[in-house]
């Protein structure tokens, strides 16, 4: 039993950058492939659509900075705080990455037939920026509370 | 897993309203280009399912049974549930058109097939019926039969254009990104590329045709 309360405590550590960076791949992607496929409709502002698909990376520094917060020794008392606080940050920022690739694809689509909306249309991929920071604030602040 | 197209939806340009472009924003050939990004088993049921519900006119001697074939066809090969609903929803304004144009010349439904989908049944126990018992599923029954009775042709070409340019639009919002949307596209192109190919003397002959079906007595679905 101690060796899996064990592992479960490292899963928590690595949990949010692993999950965080597997989500920007896929929103990167997603965002990516709709900037490629704008460039073929557009004859310029090219480095915006890149910019905006890029937006989903935001998570992996978020998981990094979380990982380096709750690295300390493994122990049956840190362990399964680590195991919850760290996994559930890394799922909500894999999924907050998946679903802003989503609104900046929406946004780069939008926004190639008709360029004046090309602010408010990232409003939305704000938003879920917006609620990923939520989670690492209180992922910080929470992990002072886990036993060194 | 579903397969989502963020490359090509974003590679393709936005479609105007049909009643209010002169320019077709994207050449077919183009558009043939851009859609060989689609998987093979999508590009596929996409040409299958085009060649069926296709704004451009089908040869006249094609038979119902063989415009049954096609559709029976599509429906067993199909994997995407919307597409039928697509599919399902221009047959059956094919089937109601032909059962508003016969009973305007007042006759009842012929014995044998004579149109596809799951209303035929309905409209021919309901024949009687001004709306065929349907005026909740078809709301433009009345406005349709209203154009057949003036026998203004384009003006009823237009109402089954802008019914079927609604409903694409209605599935490529419910499906951002999705084969759903690609398809959409392509046909919403071809009702597009339909209207705008009346031009002045295309027009007269498309007229001459449109005022035939109005008042002719056949009965194919494609008629």
């Excluded at chain 1, 998946?98 to 360029?115: E, F, R």
């Excluded at chain 2, 209303?119 to 209203?146: H, N």
């Excluded at chain 2, 190919?197 to 045709?209: G, I, K």
Aim: glycine share 8%.
């Amino acid at each position: 039993m101690e060796p899996l309360v064990l592992t479960m405590g490292w899963l928590g550590i690595f949990a949010p950058l692993t999950l965080g960076a597997i989500g920007s791949m896929i929103g990167v992607g997603r965002g990516g492939q709709a900037a490629a496929g704008a460039m073929l409709e557009v004859e310029g502002g090219y480095g915006r659509f890149v910019g905006v698909a890029a937006m989903p990376s935001s998570q992996t520094i978020y998981g990094i900075v979380v990982m380096l917060t709750l690295n300390r020794t493994v122990t049956l008392g840190s362990s399964p705080g680590l195991f919850v606080l760290g996994t559930l940050t890394g799922v909500a920022l894999l999924m907050s990455a998946m679903a802003q690739g989503s609104a900046c694809a929406a946004a780069i689509n939008t926004s190639k037939s008709k360029p004046e909306v090309f602010g408010i249309s990232i409003a939305p991929a704000a938003v879920i920026e917006g609620f990923a920071v939520f989670v690492f604030v209180f992922a910080l602040v929470l992990a002072g509370a886990i036993p060194k | 897993m579903k397969r989502r197209y963020y490359q090509l939806v974003a590679s393709l340009p936005a479609l105007p309203d049909f009643r209010q472009t002169k320019l077709l924003p994207m050449s077919r050939r183009r558009l043939e280009e851009r859609l060989s990004l689609l998987h093979a088993d999508d590009l596929d049921e996409l040409m299958r399912t085009e060649r069926l519900v296709s704004w451009h006119r089908q040869p006249v001697s094609r038979t119902t049974e063989q415009i049954a074939a096609m559709y029976e066809e599509v429906v067993a090969n199909n994997r995407t549930p919307e597409l039928l609903n697509i599919v399902d929803f221009r047959m059956n304004i094919r089937t109601l058109m032909v059962a508003l144009r016969l009973r305007r010349q007042g006759k009842s439904a012929p014995p044998g097939r004579w149109g596809t989908g799951p209303y035929t049944r309905i409209i021919e126990s309901r024949w009687a019926d001004a709306e065929f018992g349907l005026s909740a599923v078809f709301p433009w029954i009345p406005e349709a039969q209203m154009f057949l009775d003036r026998g203004d042709a384009l003006g009823l070409e237009t109402l089954m254009m802008g019914e079927s340019w609604k409903k694409l639009g209605q599935i490529s919002d419910a499906h951002p990104f999705g084969f759903e949307q690609v398809f959409a596209f392509v046909y919403k192109w071809d009702i597009l590329h339909r209207w705008l190919s009346y031009d002045a003397e295309q027009a007269r002959e498309r007229f001459e045709e449109l005022i035939l079906e109005v008042t002719s007595d056949h009965q194919n679905l494609f008629a």
